[in-house]
Protein backbone atom coordinates (compact mmCIF):
# COMPACT_ATOMS: atom_id res chain seq x y z
CA UNK A 1 0.00 0.00 0.00
CA UNK A 2 1.43 3.49 -1.10
CA UNK A 3 1.48 5.64 1.61
CA UNK A 4 2.80 9.25 3.08
CA UNK A 5 2.54 9.89 6.50
CA UNK A 6 3.81 13.72 7.40
CA UNK A 7 4.81 14.53 11.50
CA UNK A 8 6.11 17.21 12.87
CA UNK A 9 3.38 19.97 13.23
CA UNK A 10 2.32 22.00 16.00
CA UNK A 11 2.10 25.27 17.35
CA UNK A 12 4.92 27.58 17.31
CA UNK A 13 4.99 31.27 18.08
CA UNK A 14 5.74 33.73 15.51
CA UNK A 15 9.34 33.53 14.52
CA UNK A 16 9.80 30.30 15.62
CA UNK A 17 10.57 27.04 13.35
CA UNK A 18 9.48 23.83 12.78
CA UNK A 19 10.59 20.41 10.88
CA UNK A 20 8.05 19.03 9.15
CA UNK A 21 9.04 15.15 7.66
CA UNK A 22 7.16 13.20 5.12
CA UNK A 23 7.50 9.32 5.12
CA UNK A 24 7.12 7.12 2.13
CA UNK A 25 6.10 3.70 2.42
CA UNK A 26 4.72 1.21 -0.23
CA UNK A 27 7.03 3.09 -3.18
CA UNK A 28 10.80 3.79 -3.61
CA UNK A 29 10.79 7.53 -3.28
CA UNK A 30 13.66 8.26 -5.36
CA UNK A 31 11.52 7.72 -8.15
CA UNK A 32 9.05 10.36 -6.88
CA UNK A 33 9.90 14.22 -7.07
CA UNK A 34 8.06 15.45 -3.64
CA UNK A 35 6.37 18.51 -3.15
CA UNK A 36 4.99 20.40 -0.04
CA UNK A 37 1.39 22.08 -0.14
CA UNK A 38 -0.71 23.61 2.32
CA UNK A 39 -4.30 24.86 2.46
CA UNK A 40 -5.28 27.01 5.42
CA UNK A 41 -9.19 27.59 6.48
CA UNK A 42 -11.60 29.02 3.17
CA UNK A 43 -8.61 29.37 0.71
CA UNK A 44 -7.30 26.74 -1.88
CA UNK A 45 -4.14 24.73 -1.77
CA UNK A 46 -1.70 26.31 -3.01
CA UNK A 47 2.31 25.11 -3.27
CA UNK A 48 5.16 25.79 -0.81
CA UNK A 49 8.29 24.13 -2.01
CA UNK A 50 9.39 20.83 -4.08
CA UNK A 51 12.34 19.24 -4.60
CA UNK A 52 13.81 16.97 -7.56
CA UNK A 53 14.07 13.29 -7.76
CA UNK A 54 17.68 12.81 -6.89
CA UNK A 55 17.18 16.11 -4.68
CA UNK A 56 19.61 18.34 -6.52
CA UNK A 57 16.87 20.69 -7.41
CA UNK A 58 14.52 22.45 -5.51
CA UNK A 59 11.68 25.13 -5.80
CA UNK A 60 9.81 27.32 -3.71
CA UNK A 61 6.80 29.91 -3.57
CA UNK A 62 8.09 33.24 -3.23
CA UNK A 63 6.11 33.30 -0.10
CA UNK A 64 8.86 31.01 1.92
CA UNK A 65 11.80 32.19 -0.05
CA UNK A 66 14.12 32.31 2.51
CA UNK A 67 12.77 30.86 5.57
CA UNK A 68 11.94 27.14 4.12
CA UNK A 69 14.32 24.22 3.01
CA UNK A 70 13.80 21.34 2.07
CA UNK A 71 15.71 18.09 1.90
CA UNK A 72 14.93 14.46 0.84
CA UNK A 73 17.06 11.35 2.66
CA UNK A 74 15.96 8.34 -0.26
CA UNK A 75 18.02 5.62 1.48
CA UNK A 76 15.08 7.04 4.37
CA UNK A 77 12.36 7.37 1.85
CA UNK A 78 11.53 10.12 4.04
CA UNK A 79 11.21 14.27 2.76
CA UNK A 80 11.27 17.33 4.75
CA UNK A 81 10.96 20.87 5.19
CA UNK A 82 12.72 23.29 7.44
CA UNK A 83 10.69 26.26 8.41
CA UNK A 84 12.17 28.98 9.83
CA UNK A 85 11.31 32.66 10.95
CA UNK A 86 7.77 31.40 10.61
CA UNK A 87 4.37 34.38 10.43
CA UNK A 88 0.97 33.73 11.45
CA UNK A 89 0.30 33.49 7.90
CA UNK A 90 2.05 30.05 7.54
CA UNK A 91 -0.62 28.34 9.33
CA UNK A 92 -2.33 25.56 7.24
CA UNK A 93 -2.56 22.21 7.00
CA UNK A 94 0.87 21.28 5.63
CA UNK A 95 1.13 17.73 3.04
CA UNK A 96 3.46 16.84 1.16
CA UNK A 97 2.96 14.85 -2.40
CA UNK A 98 4.97 12.70 -5.16
CA UNK A 99 4.71 13.00 -8.58
CA UNK A 100 6.20 10.67 -11.39
CA UNK A 101 7.45 13.15 -13.97
CA UNK A 102 10.78 14.91 -13.81
CA UNK A 103 9.25 18.07 -14.97
CA UNK A 104 8.85 20.12 -11.83
CA UNK A 105 5.40 21.70 -11.34
CA UNK A 106 3.28 23.45 -8.59
CA UNK A 107 -0.19 22.17 -10.01
CA UNK A 108 -1.38 20.25 -6.78
CA UNK A 109 -3.71 17.70 -9.58
CA UNK A 110 -0.50 16.60 -11.17
CA UNK A 111 0.83 15.35 -8.01
CA UNK A 112 -0.72 11.76 -7.76
CA UNK A 113 0.12 10.28 -3.85
CA UNK A 114 -0.63 12.49 -1.09
CA UNK A 115 -0.15 12.55 2.44
CA UNK A 116 -2.94 13.33 5.15
CA UNK A 117 -1.64 16.17 6.34
CA UNK A 118 -0.72 17.66 9.53
CA UNK A 119 -1.63 20.84 11.02
CA UNK A 120 0.92 24.16 11.45
CA UNK A 121 -0.56 26.63 13.75
CA UNK A 122 1.98 29.54 13.92
CA UNK A 123 0.43 32.19 16.86
CA UNK A 124 1.46 36.38 16.89
Known amino acids: QVQLVESGGGLVQAGGSLRLSCAASGLTLSSYAMGWFRQAPGKEREFVAAISRSGGSTYYADSVKGRFTTSRDNAKNTVYVQMNSLKPEDTAVYYC?????????????????WGQGTQVTVSS
Open 97 to 113: AGQRSAVHTTTPALYRV
